[in-house]
């Protein structure tokens, strides 16, 4: 069993910075593949950002070069680094993990945080 809780979130005006963390229960975490979906209002949940158990990352287009995703395993914690923040960026941010990579990408993580809100004005 694995239990994500998310802080971090604010708001912040465009083209500042933010920093959101997933904080990890369980011995097992550096198994684990973890991600960062956001979900706006009227909107799908969307894939932002994902780091498999080896460090390899992954990123949506819309947040590339802006956003870098990075793990400690030590802490059993992921974070989310974002920069230059644009009003499309507004959203909850959750993350997610799962021990199977295809399944926490795809948004069927058996793990959820309770989410954390980012507004970003104009």
């Known amino acids: 069993q694995v239990q994500l809780v998310e802080s971090g979130g604010g708001l912040v005006q465009a083209g500042g910075s933010l920093r959101l963390s997933c904080a990890a229960s369980?011995?097992?975490?550096?198994?684990?593949?973890m991600a960062w979906f956001r979900q706006a209002p009227g909107k799908d949940r969307e894939f932002v950002t994902g780091?498999?158990?080896?460090?390899?990352?992954y990123y949506a287009d819309s947040v590339k070069g802006r956003f870098t995703i990075s793990r400690d395993n030590a802490k059993n914690a992921v974070l989310l680094q974002m920069n230059s923040l644009k009003p499309e960026d507004t959203a909850v941010y959750y993350c997610?993990?799962?021990?199977?990579?295809?399944?926490?990408?795809?948004?069927?993580?058996?793990?959820w945080g309770q989410g954390t809100q980012v507004t970003v004005s104009s």
């Open positions: 997610a993990a799962d021990l199977d990579w295809p399944t926490v990408v795809v948004g069927r993580g058996n793990y």
């Open positions: 369980g011995r097992t975490f550096s198994s684990y593949a």
């Open positions: 780091i498999m158990y080896s460090g390899r990352t």
